[in-house]
């Protein structure tokens, strides 16, 4: 609403930095602080990644799933090193060989793809049945909503791909 007040959706959909143009038209001039904010938010954003698929393979190694190689953990920082430098390097040679777009896309299917798996995982340890104290729990309908919700998300992304 605030972008569409301040400049036509005509000339929004023709811009090719729609936000920089609604930024502009705002009469704001802090574009340091705006530039500063964008950066910090970036390099959050990439160490949340890391942090969160290291420990995803972390976690498959120690439940036997993949290489054991990937729970190794630093002696003095109890940190996966491992499979930290694995997600680092794969991070790296996907800055390289892709262009943003692509990137966004891929990582957008990953987190799909991760919460799927734990509404997967939700299911199989409803249906075990095991009762767990001091957890919130959900009703068993939940997770399965979750699955159906993001494999939809993920068939929509790859048909939209498969157009471009």
């Known amino acids: 609403m605030v972008s569409t007040s301040l400049v036509s959706p005509t000339e929004l959909a023709k811009s090719s930095a729609p936000l920089t143009l609604v930024f502009e038209r705002s009469g704001a001039s802090a574009t340091s602080l705006l530039s500063l904010i964008g950066m910090v938010s970036i390099i959050n954003g990439v160490i949340v990644q890391i942090i969160m698929g290291s420990r995803i393979l972390y976690g498959l190694a120690k439940q036997g799933w993949i290489s054991n190689i990937f729970a190794t953990v630093h002696e ?22 892709f262009s943003i777009v692509s990137l966004a896309q891929i990582t957008s299917l990953l987190i799909l793809s991760i919460f799927t ?48």
């Open 117 to 164: 798996l734990v509404n997967v995982a939700l299911i199989v340890i409803k249906r075990r049945g095991t009762k767990h104290q001091g957890y919130i729990t959900v009703p068993s309908i939940v997770p399965y909503i979750g699955v159906v919700l993001n494999v939809t998300a993920v068939i929509y992304q790859v048909v939209n791909w498969a157009r471009l």
């Open 76 to 97: 003095k920082y109890q940190t996966p090193t491992v499979a930290t430098l694995v997600v680092l390097g794969v991070m790296i040679l996907g800055t390289v060989f």
